[in-house]
């Protein structure tokens, strides 16, 4: 208890050694933020929902905030192409990049700015819902996020706007960011009938061991389709934990495709609030890890009203001596009949000493409804890599062909052609595994 102690006060410190950060606007939101954290604090290791994160990595040390805006090397800058034809907004080290960034010839309707471009003055209506869904009296790292960011972007769809191309929000974390943190934030509203599709992606140097804290806030309006991806590509030292918050009105459409491949330690808490009668949040997610990697999905799935519908569907591929953690919470409330809700995960061992923890969980508070929840944790089936041996397959090849196999049904849910077919060649890359090798797995 004495290291969160020391570590509420050197962040209080900062925060007050430091002064104003960004727009003059953003102050009152960022005392709030600091307040929020100062009395949360850090989650101690009894608490149940933080009980299989180790957070001493971020405990033990203060992360200032990353001041600056290092040089993103060109290998990273490469990579901003992989999702294909986008809207493009792109910070390096937190800060809005200009020069990286594409924004021309946005269609009627569409908005999409970095929050340090609108100077002394915001619009009401962004200043009303930034901060909105996030819970920073409950979320600790949202609450220092609050406090602490200083841009991020604000992505607004006007009623009946439909937009084709994507969105593409990328977070890049340089060399100069190491053992700093970097708070980014992102805001999306699509009004009724409006449909969108936003990317939002974490990529960075290898060995840069930053603290990635980001907090993203959606809202889907009445007969709205929204479809959000995150792709956490950190470096392998990184430590990324975020939250996401989903809103979905009458008729909405939330889709959702989460992937976690990178970083150190990786944790991301998905917040979805069902609030509109016919609403619909579906959710899929795979995370792959290797080595020492530690990634954690928690989920809190909230049916307020009635008639409303659900999914959840991650799946988990863990090789070396990672670790992964699937939690997750499924609650229908008082009066929300007709709820229609599914939650699984799945997780397939490559490495003899990796290790899977799956909760999922059904709270249930109303007498008419039809949910569902399951978990496996298991192994390649054996018989399925003899008969690949036998046709003249390498071992690490039959491998890598079932695992893709075991990736293909969730990675075929992911909207977005683009990040669709990244995530398919992050899969072969990953796995080691040749085109000429998978025939029409995915």
């Not at 939650?343 to 709270?363: F, V, Y």
Request: overall charge negative.
């Amino acid at each position: 208890m004495q290291a969160v102690a020391q570590e509420k006060s050197a962040y209080l410190e900062a925060f007050e050694a430091n002064g104003p950060r960004g727009p003059s606007w953003l102050s009152a939101l960022h005392e709030r933020g600091m307040r929020a954290f100062e009395d949360r604090g850090f989650p101690g290791p009894r608490e149940e929902a933080w009980r299989k994160t180790n957070l001493r990595p971020v405990t033990e040390a203060h992360f200032p905030v990353a001041e600056s805006q290092g040089a993103a090397p060109p290998a990273l800058i490469e990579r901003l192409d992989d999702l294909g034809d986008s809207h493009r907004l792109v910070f390096v080290d937190g800060h809005f990049a200009a020069d990286l960034s594409d924004l021309s010839d946005l269609a009627p309707g569409l908005t999409v700015t970095p929050l340090s471009e609108y100077g002394d003055t915001a619009p009401e209506r962004m200043l009303s819902a930034l901060g909105a869904r996030a819970d920073i009296d409950w979320h600790p790292f949202a609450a220092l996020n609050t406090a602490f960011f200083m841009d991020g972007a604000y992505v607004h769809v006007a009623r009946g706007a439909l937009i084709e191309k994507p969105i593409a929000v990328t977070h890049i974390i340089t060399a100069e960011a190491d053992r700093h943190a970097v708070y980014p934030r992102l805001l999306v509203e699509a009004e009724d009938g409006a449909e969108v599709r936003v990317v939002e992606r974490f990529i960075g140097d290898a060995q840069t061991g930053a603290l990635v804290c980001p907090v993203s806030e959606l809202s889907a309006g009445n007969n709205t389709v929204l479809d959000y991806s995150r792709l956490q590509e950190d470096g392998i030292a990184t430590l990324n934990i975020g939250t996401v918050n989903l809103a979905s009105q009458r008729d909405a459409s939330l889709r959702g495709a989460f992937v976690g491949d990178g970083g150190r330690l990786a944790r991301l808490d998905l917040i979805a609030d069902l609030e509109g009668q016919g609403g619909e949040i579906d959710c899929n997610g795979i995370y792959l890890t290797e080595g020492r990697q530690f990634t954690d999905f928690h989920t809190w799935f909230n049916h307020r009203v009635d008639n409303c519908y659900s999914r959840q569907r991650f799946k988990g591929m863990l090789q070396g001596r990672s670790e992964t953690v699937f939690d997750g919470l499924v609650k229908v409330f008082e009066g929300a009949q007709k709820t229609d809700a599914v939650q699984e995960n799945r997780n397939l061992i490559l490495g003899k000493r990796a290790l899977a923890h799956s909760n999922p969980r059904l709270e249930i508070f109303a007498d008419d409804v039809k949910c569902t929840h399951g978990s496996t944790v298991g192994e390649l089936d054996e018989e399925a890599l003899f008969y690949l041996r036998t046709r003249g397959i390498s071992a690490e090849g039959a491998k890598g062909m079932l695992t893709l196999a075991f990736a293909g049904e969730i990675v075929d849910m992911f909207r977005v052609s683009g990040v669709r077919d990244h995530v398919r060649r992050v899969l072969m890359r990953r796995l080691n595994v040749e085109d000429a090798d998978i025939g029409d797995i995915l």
